[in-house]
Every structure is written in C-alpha cells, then in structure tokens.
C-alpha cells in the first residue's frame, strides 16, 4: 500500500504522448500494452509478436526498479483489484537454466520473489516482485516496445506491413461499403442485402451500384432502412449496363472512391456483389489504400461472369486485406453470405497459403484472447469449377488443452464445383492455436487458399496483412 501511494504521487504529470497508441502508458521511454486477458506465457508472447495493434512488441522488458513499481501500479488500474499477477517477458531455459529477456537484452536486474522454481515468469501487483508461474498457467500479460524502433524484421511472415499508427484505430465506429454490379439480377441483390446480418450490425452504409457507363456517386446513409430503400429504387436496371461483354468493371474504383474518402472511418470494409471482371491488372495503389485504413475488401463472386478478363485480381485484393472471396451461383448469392465477414467481421486470423498437389503445411499460430464463437472463411481456391480438388482439411489445436477442432471441405465427394468456398462458427477458448492444413488437389497448379478467422468484436487484436 505504501509502495502504491508513493508511486501514485509520482505519477502525475506523467506523459502517455510518447506512445503510438493512446492505450499505451509510456515509462523511462519505452511504451508498454496492458492486456487485461489471461493466457499462458507461451500465448501471451505469441500475441506481443504478432497481433498487437501497435506492430510488433515483446512480452514486458522490465530494466529497473523504476519500472517494475510503475508496471504494477497501472496494471492494478488496468486489470482490476481482483487480478495478482502479469506475465513478464524473462523466462529461464529449461536445460541452462539461464535467464533472458524476450527482447534479448542483457538481464542486468532482477526483483525476484520467493516462488522462483519454475521458467516462467509473472510480476505481482501486490508487491511488485517476479516469481514464476507453470508453462499451462494463464495470466494477464504486459507487452513492450521502443516507440522509436519501427520493427518489421521479426514477424512472422515476411511481407507484414506494420498498421500505420498515425490516428487509425480499430474498434471505433465503421462504415460498410455494400457495392452491387448492375449486371446482377435485381432480386438478388435485394435478397441477398436482406438476408445478411448487416440490418442488426452497428454501423453506417455506403451504398454503390457499379458497372455503368456512366458512374454513379456512393450514397452515404446512417441507418440500415435508408439504405434498403435507396437500393430498392436503385435496382441493377439492363437498360443502364455497359452491354458489352468486352468492357472491365469499374469496381476498383468504386472502392478506390470509398476509402479516399476522408470521412470513411478508419477499419471500415467492403462488401462486393461481383459479375464482370476488371480488365485492369495492377492493383498495387488501391491495396495499400485500404491497409493504411485498416480496411477489408469482400466479395460474392458470380461462377457466370458476365465479362471483363482479369479474373485473379479480385481474388488477390481480397487476399490482401484479410478479406473472403467467395465464387458461387448467383442464386447462392443469399446464402453464401453467411460466412462474409458482416457480423463477425475483425479478423483475427488471417493467413493465405499457397498449395500444390496433395500436402500439408503448418501455418502462423493464431492467439484467441476471448472464449467466444468466430466465423470461419475457407476459399480453396481462386476460380471454379473445383473439380480438381478432392479435399482441403483445415485443423486447429492446442498443445496443453483439449482446445482442438476440424473443418474440411470434402469437394469430390460433395460432387458439386461451381463454388470455392465454405464457411462455419468455431467456438474457441483463449488459447494459442496451431494451424495446420491438409489438402488433396489434382493437378499440379500453384492455388492460393484464404483463411479466415473473425470475431465479432473489436479486441484490441491485430491481425497483420500479409501476402
Ligand atoms: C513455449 O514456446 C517455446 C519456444 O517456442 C517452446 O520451446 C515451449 O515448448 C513452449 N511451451 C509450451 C508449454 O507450449
Ligand atoms: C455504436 O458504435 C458507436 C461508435 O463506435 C458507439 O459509440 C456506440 O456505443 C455503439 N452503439 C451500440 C449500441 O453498440
Ligand atoms: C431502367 O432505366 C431506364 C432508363 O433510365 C428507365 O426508363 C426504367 O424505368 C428503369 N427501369 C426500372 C425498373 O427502374
Ligand atoms: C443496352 O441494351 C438495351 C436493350 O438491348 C438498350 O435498351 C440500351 O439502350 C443499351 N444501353 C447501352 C448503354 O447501349
Ligand atoms: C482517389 O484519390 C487519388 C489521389 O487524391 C486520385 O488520383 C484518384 O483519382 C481518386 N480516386 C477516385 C476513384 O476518385
Ligand atoms: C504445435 O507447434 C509446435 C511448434 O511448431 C510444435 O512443437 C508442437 O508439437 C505442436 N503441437 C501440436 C499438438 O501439434
């Protein structure tokens, strides 16, 4: 108690300016992420390395006195007056039994309790001081990082863009874009709007029709029912269309439009009803448009285009905004929404393999921070039919638990090939997952498959974007 009211005099006049995001409390310089979840130590790192908002963190370096008194003072506010202890960033090897620090300093300071026999170790809020914890035990978690220091180099994928810090967060409010080709049949898109989960979700709606030769403005609406109604008077309408096999959509820029617009919240995302392809190729400009505004691009792809001829950058730009790109029957429209990320719509898994013939590979792991029910998107593949695809096998697990669970798109023996992807809710305790996945292709091409994992609320989770 003592050391707690001396440490909060000290505290005033304190400045948290120092830290990209605002949620962060900076002390002596470095910036530290208090994570009021628990998780064991192996996950609490894994969520530091990865999916911290900020960029890339380490579990908490703690250098001096100074800062194990402070950790503990804005954890108790943090984490509550129930919560005891945080994960640290020192663990001790089990067979050198030495110490170090998950950013890979020198261990020059210790403040050690008296529980220190196993490798792990935890602060007490009580007191300050280290003792250890065992390797399944769970905990909140403090990560750390230099403000100063804009690391990508340990990520785990190579292509990982850090979120750019400057004023765009997630977790405020969102605005959905819901663009529909004109080529597209008016009761589908009617029916497929309605029978989304977008009527219940907290946001605002951008509303376009495209494909027409003359373009039209994006209409802005606050509530779900305005918006219904202006699609209602702006049904695709074949009078207006390009009529023209040969001409490319101008879907691009639809959302090229979308997010220079300043007024477009930051994290807010896509929704494509798709028919025509574009016939432009390059869409290096417009991907890096929606990362830098936390954006993500869906789309609901018709398996009967109606014209254009690149039908892979769709595909790829979907891929690289963390987003689904599902192809079906036109008339499947308004059920394959179902696993378009509206409801559940922040990933926090996001990863696209890259396959060949009959194989497996072990992906990212991905960190669950909250037991709750998320969306599970699996595209196979970026074009249909599928009939060279026997079996994709997606599998979660974890090492400690009985956390563990299975989804598999069996398509020889479904026997039907007009679509390239599937969808289902997994409940998943928080946890640290490894990802595998088994497949079974016939042919020897290279096809890229999405896979997708969204919560249905903003955690204060990252999920990087990456090729
Ligand atoms: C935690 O991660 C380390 C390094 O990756 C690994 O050696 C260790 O076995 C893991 N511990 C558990 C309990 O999963
Ligand atoms: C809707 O979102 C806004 C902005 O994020 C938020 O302030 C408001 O509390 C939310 N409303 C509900 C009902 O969740
Ligand atoms: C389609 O567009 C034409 C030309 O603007 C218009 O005359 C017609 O009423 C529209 N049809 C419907 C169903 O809106
Ligand atoms: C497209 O075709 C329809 C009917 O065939 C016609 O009414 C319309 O004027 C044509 N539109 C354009 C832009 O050529
Ligand atoms: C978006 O903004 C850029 C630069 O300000 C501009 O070149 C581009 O034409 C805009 N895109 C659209 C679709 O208006
Ligand atoms: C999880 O992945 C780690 C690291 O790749 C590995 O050591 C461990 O055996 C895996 N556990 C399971 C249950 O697959």
């Known amino acids: 108690m003592v050391l707690k009211l001396l440490i909060l005099t000290k505290l005033v006049g304190l400045s948290s300016s120092a830290c ?36 890339f963190s380490n579990l908490a370096y703690v250098p001096d006195k100074e800062t194990s008194n402070y950790l503990a003072v804005y954890a108790h506010s943090a ?10 960033g020192l663990s001790r090897d ?4 030495s110490l170090s ?36 035990d769970k905990s909140y978690f403090v990560c750390s990082y230099d403000p100063a220091v804009k690391s990508t180099t340990q990520s785990v994928t190579k292509t990982t863009t850090t979120p750019d810090s400057s004023n765009c967060q997630v977790g ?45 403005d994006i209409a802005y609406f606050t509530t779900y029912n305005q918006a219904m109604s202006y699609v209602s008077l702006h049904k695709p309408n074949v009078s207006l269309g390009f009529n023209d096999t040969t001409r490319g959509s101008n879907v691009l820029d639809v959302i090229d439009m979308f997010y220079n617009n300043t007024q477009t919240p930051c994290g807010s995302f896509v929704i494509v009803l798709s028919k025509r392809y574009p ?25 009967t285009p109606s014209g254009g001829t690149q039908s892979r950058v769709l595909y790829d730009l979907s891929s690289q905004t963390n987003g689904v790109y599902a192809i079906t029957r036109d008339t499947s429209f308004s059920s394959t929404i179902d696993y378009i990320p509206t409801r559940e719509r922040y990933p926090i898994y996001a990863v696209t393999p890259r396959v060949s013939g009959e194989g497996s590979q072990i992906l990212p792991p991905m960190t669950v921070l909250v037991h709750a029910s998320y969306l599970l998107s699996l595209s196979i593949q970026s074009h249909v039919p599928t009939n060279n695809v026997k079996d994709v096998e997606l599998y979660w697990r974890n090492p400690s638990s009985t956390n563990t669970g299975y989804f598999g798109m069996p398509v020889a023996s479904w026997g039907f090939f ?24 016939t042919n020897s091409d290279v096809e890229v498959v999405q896979v997708r994992f969204y919560s249905s609320s903003p955690t204060n989770y990252w999920m990087p974007y990456s090729d």
């Open 279 to 303: 016939n432009t190729l390059d869409i290096s400009n417009i991907v890096a448009k929606v990362r830098q505004r936390h954006g993500m691009v869906n789309f609901l792809a018709s398996n």
């Open 94 to 97: 089990p067979v050198s039994k």
């Open 20 to 55: 990209p995001s605002s949620k962060d409390q900076e002390i002596k310089g470095l910036c530290f992420t208090f994570m009021p979840y628990q998780l064991t130590y192996n996950a609490s790192r894994n969520y530091c390395h990865h999916n911290n908002p900020v960029g």
């Open 172 to 216: 405020g409010p969102q605005t959905v874009l819901f663009a529909y080709s004109n080529d597209l049949n008016p009761f589908i898109v009617m029916d497929t709007l309605q029978r989304s989960s977008l009527d219940s979700q907290n946001v605002s709606f951008a509303i376009s029709r495209f494909d027409l030769p003359q373009p039209e």
């Open 418 to 441: 007009d679509f390239n992807s599937d969808g289902t809710h997994a409940n998943l305790a928080a946890d640290v997952y490894n990802i595998t996945i088994n497949y079974d292709y």
């Open 79 to 88: 984490f509550g007056s129930a919560a005891e202890n945080f994960w640290i």
């Open 101 to 136: 620090w998950d950013n890979g300093f020198p261990v020059t300071y210790t403040n050690f309790g008296s529980h220190v026999g196993k490798n792990y170790f935890s602060e007490k809020i009580s007191n300050a001081k280290w003792d250890t914890l065992g390797d399944n």
